[in-house]
């Protein structure tokens, strides 16, 4: 067997960024977009301080979370470890960009030209439109080592079978070769010097290694970075606010889960009153308005199809089969009052709000998703917004206040199971770790899951048992506080994981220092 590996010698890495450059002419990126770019990272305080240049881009996981996620199997790992893209599966949902803990992936919607306006010559040449509107990444040239190899070149070796960034290095800090060959360079490199992986407590596998200290083979495993809150100069290393999933994601979050909790509420309801069937079509519309928002979204929307090509491993094509069938039953409920169906209806709403739930535990790139905690929390939140939408058409459209009432019990205790499952998730992600920011946006605000807004929930809820006046308006609250809990989930919070150093490496007669994780805090 073949793995392909890129070792980089932080003492010997100068931060020119000819990789990044070499990196552009190959593969014809679009301005703004860098596959591999090269991080300068100081840690320490004066007179202790230490620096080093780290280069990063697509890590070719042993175990890449992008192909987990990929809806499309768009996403796919060759035999000799290189993930790839296939441009024409791809439907731009930008799963993988939130999976992906190294900041890898891109999705460029329009065409750009470097100066603006109409694009030069050399620009208009080499572009590729099957890359607008669907993911991008590294692929470490896999074209050029394809060809070497068939040509009798060996890659690592040979400059025209090894990747641009690896054969333009003028410091001889980038090394390319086979780690299943134990006479490779990388082989003896990483045998004979200490070295990391970035973020490798995440169980990724990267395929690509830092050596920190030269000489001996490592003897113990790293010490975890520190954290450092807010680090001086490391901006751009620092965790930033995703931006592949907006508004339109979090409204897919927020229709979506109400509306698979109203119609679990309204068909158990069902059984021992008239069936409310408005409240049912209302969840219908709120799931179909959620997934409307999602095809909005993507970069390539009239492929939309494809998105169910792999229920095997993504969340978001059992998402989408879930929703099918949810539909599906629904209606032949509503029609036919049948309770059957609208019991198997709710059945697979729930599933829907289950991988929903999984969609963000999956995605290990955005920190505030990924805690386990996530899935009872979202899975509590869409029932209590559902209830809480129930009572409120109880009362409206339904039989009066009688049945409203009659639900009540059962949104006292979802909301405070919804409270305790925001303890348990919050509490986790504290002792964890997060970034910084991540913590300051889901704490913001009235209208959070804290234990105040949640108080004056249970508070009006326990008073509309004599006044039910009170009703509507403690089940709207529930209801605010749980969209505006996803709603920051998703476009506040979300922070990605931002690159971390295990160890900052001994450069030229000095000695190796502790890493740092920029942006992160314990809370």
């Known amino acids: 067997m073949t793995r392909w590996a890129i070792v980089a010698d932080l003492n010997l890495c100068v931060g020119c960024q000819t990789c990044t450059a070499a990196c552009k002419h190959a593969n014809a990126t679009a301005p703004g977009v860098q596959w591999r770019k090269v991080l300068d990272f100081e840690a320490g305080v004066y007179p202790d301080v230490a620096r080093a240049f780290i280069p990063v881009g697509c890590m070719h996981c042993e175990d890449p979370p992008c192909l987990d996620v990929c809806p499309t199997t768009a996403t796919r790992k060759r035999d000799d470890g290189i993930v790839t ?91 390319f070769g086979d780690l299943d060959d134990p006479d490779s360079t990388v082989s003896a490199l990483l045998a004979g010097n200490r070295h990391f992986r970035m973020h490798e407590d995440l169980g990724t596998g990267p395929g690509f290694y830092y050596l920190w200290e030269r000489g ?79 095809w909005l979204e993507i970069g390539r929307p009239w492929r939309f199809i494809n998105v169910y090509f792999h229920v095997r491993r993504s969340w978001m094509t059992r998402e989408a089969l879930a929703a099918l069938a949810f539909f599906g039953f629904g209606a032949a409920g509503i029609w036919f009052l049948s309770p059957a169906a609208w019991l198997s209806a ?19 790139g955005i920190p505030a998703w990924r805690q386990a905690g996530i899935v009872p929390l979202i899975i509590a939140t869409g029932l209590v917004e559902g209830v809480a939408l129930f009572a409120i058409l109880a009362v409206f459209v339904g039989s009066g206040p009688s049945m409203a009432r009659g639900v009540l019990p059962v949104l006292i205790a979802l909301v405070a199971a919804r409270y305790g499952a925001w303890r348990r998730y919050r509490g986790a992600l504290g002792r964890d770790g997060a970034p910084v920011h991540a913590f300051k946006a889901l704490d913001r605000g ?63 007669a000095g000695m190796s220092s502790p890493g740092i994780k920029p942006g992160w805090m314990v809370s």
């Not at 083979?217 to 907006?246: H, I, N, R």
């Not at 709710?346 to 535990?361: E, K, N, P, T």
Request: net charge positive; aromatic share 10%; glycine share 8%.
């Open 346 to 364: 709710a059945a697979f709403g729930l599933v829907f709000l289950y991988c929903q739930a999984m969609i963000l535990r999956a995605a290990k």
């Open 85 to 175: 893209i296939d441009y024409d599966l791809c439907i731009g949902c930008a799963y993988c960009a939130v999976a992906c803990p190294y900041q890898a992936r891109t999705r460029v919607d329009h065409r750009v030209a470097a100066y603006g306006g109409k694009a030069m010559r050399p620009e208009a040449l080499r572009e590729d439109p099957k890359r607008i509107g669907v993911a991008q990444k590294c692929t470490f040239c896999a074209g050029r080592i394809d060809f070497g190899r068939d040509n009798g070149l060996t890659p690592g070796i040979d400059p025209d079978a090894t990747p641009a960034c690896v054969s333009s290095c003028i410091a001889s800090a980038l090394h």
């Open 446 to 508: 009235l209208l959070t899951l804290c234990a105040p807004a949640q108080l004056a929930i249970l508070a009006l809820l326990a008073v509309a048992f004599v006044a039910p006046v009170f009703l509507s308006a403690g089940a709207a609250l529930a209801l605010a506080t749980g969209w505006f809990f996803k709603f920051t989930l998703i476009t506040r919070a979300a922070f990605n994981q931002g690159y971390g150093v295990a160890r900052m490496p001994a450069r030229g």
């Open 216 to 294: 001996g083979a490592d003897s113990a495993p790293l010490a975890p970075a520190p954290m450092v809150a807010e680090p001086a100069g490391l901006a751009a290393a620092s965790p930033e606010l995703q931006k592949s999933w907006d508004w339109r994601a979090a409204i897919n979050f927020i229709a979506g889960g109400t509306g698979a909790g109203l119609f679990a509420a309204t068909a158990l309801a069902g059984l021992f009153a008239p069936f409310l069937w408005p409240a049912a079509v209302v969840a219908l519309a709120l799931v179909a308005a959620g997934l409307f928002f999602v």
